[in-house]
């Protein structure tokens, strides 16, 4: 039996080496760069996805020839995953191609501090929107421009987190450009910062300090047709909005101790805690109004207590508690977790959308976008049954069952050469698959189309075993010998 599975095994794993050579998977590393560096960059940044020939370059919902993408995966995380690459090789061409992300990011920067979903270097968005360096420059009247920052998807917030990395190495501490940039960011993101700590969709200015602190509650009745009402300036949690937010705050005060992130980042998780719903759906919503009830954004997402953004809340709390100690952050928990159980759908997956009150799942009518109890004719785009939740509520109910030291310990990574041989082991698998993938030129596809997105998923499983194989020393080196 063992011959015959040898046989059936593909080439590439017969080949593949249990603990890859590092010095072969480092130089896999340096291929891609110099592919991206040298024949995707646009002013330094990166589009989400390119034909093969490098005629086209596309951004979600939009395709160009000098397109660059601030929404995952583009230029933020690919310039994350230089940094990252930068730090466990030490190698300079990592950390210039960081740079020139960097400088693309530092280029398209709004005037009210944070960035676009993407930028087409063509000329168009020069005249539309009002950019940081326009103000530079002397150019402080908008006008009929633009400048709305977004955190939808995770855009500024993946770009302050890139710029956050870069300029807390050693080798940024002088380049003022960077620092300048981030530093006007991370202030604008904490001015937008709501009294109750939710942040809007978009903002272009400071929050309204005197906008009400209230606990979330039911309204009394709600639209069952799209009222198609401006929602940027909503309460969002929609796609994670706020826990990538509350994320990059603490890794920022992780690297500056600056005070005003830790603060900012409970703030947040005091109005996790406001915005829980009350019985008999303690869980939350993806939006609210500023009276703190549910409300709806695209026409595809309604009024809800959602199966998605719940999960993410309980999650970013359950952190909060790990790094602060403070428990006030765990008592939302136990009743969210009693609602999940009681909404279980017959076939084991979580509803997206759960009506208000009733708990009963809420879909929409491919094409017409009605609003059903029926999951039979559900629109393609969009996850309205999601297959993931109990998974990630078990995983959540593991973390919690260990001490909080534990937990504590393994947000600072790795300390000896035994865990760190452990960490390079246990992407070795990961690895050989990027090595075999790894196209001729240097890149990876996903489909017909070069895709950023399998760049930084190959380079950071890739830069996890370099770095753990490098800090493994005599461990690592001993196991690779047997």
């Given at each position: 039996?063992?011959?015959l599975l040898y046989f059936l095994l593909p080439l590439s794993a017969l080949a593949a080496d249990p603990l890859p050579d590092p010095a072969k998977v480092s130089a896999a590393m340096k291929k891609a760069v110099t592919f991206y560096t040298e024949k995707l960059a646009v002013h330094g940044g990166y589009a989400s996805s390119w034909t093969k020939d490098l005629s086209m370059a596309f951004v979600e919902g939009k395709?160009?020839?000098?397109?660059?993408?601030?929404?995952?995966?583009?230029?933020?995380?690919?310039?994350?995953?230089?940094?990252?690459?930068?730090?466990?090789?030490?190698?300079?061409?990592?950390?210039?191609?960081?740079?020139?992300?960097?400088?693309?990011?530092?280029?398209?920067?709004?005037?009210?501090?944070?960035?676009?979903?993407?930028?087409?270097?063509?000329?168009?968005?020069?005249?539309?929107?009002?950019?940081?360096?326009?103000?530079?420059?002397?150019?402080?009247?908008?006008?009929?421009?633009?400048?709305?920052?977004?955190?939808?998807?995770?855009?500024?917030?993946?770009?302050?987190?890139?710029?956050?990395?870069l300029a807390n190495l050693p080798e940024s501490k002088d380049d003022k450009p960077l620092h300048d940039c981030l530093n006007f960011g991370m202030d604008s993101l904490l001015g937008a910062q709501y009294p109750n700590g939710a942040w809007p969709q978009q903002f272009d200015?400071?929050?309204?300090?005197?906008?009400?602190?209230?606990?979330?509650?039911?309204?009394?009745?709600?639209?069952?047709?799209?009222?198609?009402?401006?929602?940027?300036?909503?309460?969002?949690?929609?796609?994670?909005?706020?826990?990538?937010?509350?994320?990059?705050?603490?890794?920022?005060?992780?690297?500056?101790?600056?005070?005003?992130?830790?603060?900012?980042?409970?703030?947040?998780?005091?109005?996790?805690?406001?915005?829980?719903?009350?019985?008999?759906?303690?869980?939350?919503?993806?939006?609210?109004?500023?009276?703190?009830?549910?409300?709806?954004?695209?026409?595809?997402?309604?009024?809800?207590?959602?199966?998605?953004?719940?999960?993410?809340?309980?999650?970013?709390?359950?952190?909060?508690?790990?790094?602060?100690?403070?428990?006030?952050?765990?008592?939302?928990?136990?009743?969210?977790?009693?609602?999940?159980?009681?909404?279980?759908?017959?076939?084991?997956?979580?509803?997206?959308?759960?009506?208000?009150?009733?708990?009963?799942?809420?879909?929409?009518?491919?094409?017409?976008?009605?609003?059903?109890?029926?999951?039979?004719?559900?629109?393609?785009?969009?996850?309205?049954?999601?297959?993931?939740?109990?998974?990630?509520?078990?995983?959540?109910?593991?973390?919690?069952?260990?001490?909080?030291?534990?937990?504590?310990?393994?947000?600072?990574?790795?300390?000896?050469?035994?865990?760190?041989?452990?960490?390079?082991?246990?992407?070795?698998?990961?690895?050989?698959?990027?090595?075999?993938?790894?196209?001729?030129?240097?890149?990876?596809?996903?489909?017909?189309?070069?895709?950023?997105?399998?760049?930084?998923?190959?380079?950071?499983?890739?830069?996890?075993?370099?770095?753990?194989?490098?800090?493994?020393?005599?461990?690592?080196?001993?196991?690779?010998?047997?």
């Open positions: 039996m063992k011959t395709k160009g020839r000098e397109f660059v993408s601030t929404q995952p995966h583009g230029t933020t995380t690919v310039g994350l995953a230089l940094v990252r690459a930068y730090e466990a090789t030490g190698d300079q061409q990592f950390l210039t191609a960081a740079r020139s992300a960097a400088g693309s990011l530092i280029e398209t920067q709004l005037a009210s501090g944070g960035w676009l979903a993407e930028y087409d270097f063509s000329g168009t968005y020069e005249k539309k929107y009002h950019l940081r360096r326009h103000v530079l420059a002397g150019d402080t009247e908008p006008g009929k421009r633009d400048s709305r920052s977004t955190l939808d998807d995770n855009k500024t917030q993946s770009a302050l987190l890139f710029l956050l990395e200015k400071p929050a309204d300090p005197t906008t009400p602190v209230i606990k979330a509650h039911y309204p009394a009745d709600w639209p069952r047709t799209f009222p198609k009402e401006n929602y940027v300036s909503f309460y969002t949690l929609n796609d994670n909005n706020m826990a990538k937010i509350v994320e990059m705050l603490l890794r920022a005060y992780d690297l500056t101790k600056d005070k005003r992130f830790m603060d900012s980042a409970k703030k947040a998780g005091d109005f996790f805690i406001l915005a829980q719903m009350p019985e008999p759906q303690p869980g939350w919503a993806q939006q609210y109004n500023h009276e703190m009830e549910p409300v709806w954004a695209r026409k595809f997402e309604p009024p809800c207590v959602s199966g998605g953004e719940s999960l993410s809340t309980m999650e970013t709390l359950y952190q909060l508690y790990v790094v602060t100690g403070d428990e006030k952050f765990l008592k939302p928990l136990p009743a969210a977790f009693a609602w999940y159980e009681r909404s279980i759908l017959p076939d084991g997956q979580y509803a997206r959308f759960y009506e208000l009150h009733t708990n009963k799942p809420l879909y929409f009518v491919k094409d017409t976008y009605e609003l059903v109890y029926d999951d039979s004719n559900l629109p393609t785009h969009y996850g309205f049954k999601l297959d993931f939740v109990k998974r990630d509520l078990d995983r959540l109910k593991e973390q919690m069952a260990k001490p909080r030291e534990e937990s504590l310990a393994k947000r600072q990574g790795p300390d000896s050469e035994k865990s760190w041989t452990s960490r390079a082991k246990g992407t070795a698998e990961k690895v050989n698959v990027a090595l075999s993938s790894q196209q001729p030129e240097g890149y990876w596809l996903k489909g017909d189309e070069i895709d950023a997105g399998e760049f930084v998923r190959h380079v950071q499983a890739m830069t996890i075993y370099v770095e753990g194989a490098k800090k493994g020393g005599a461990a690592f080196a001993k196991l690779r010998a047997h």
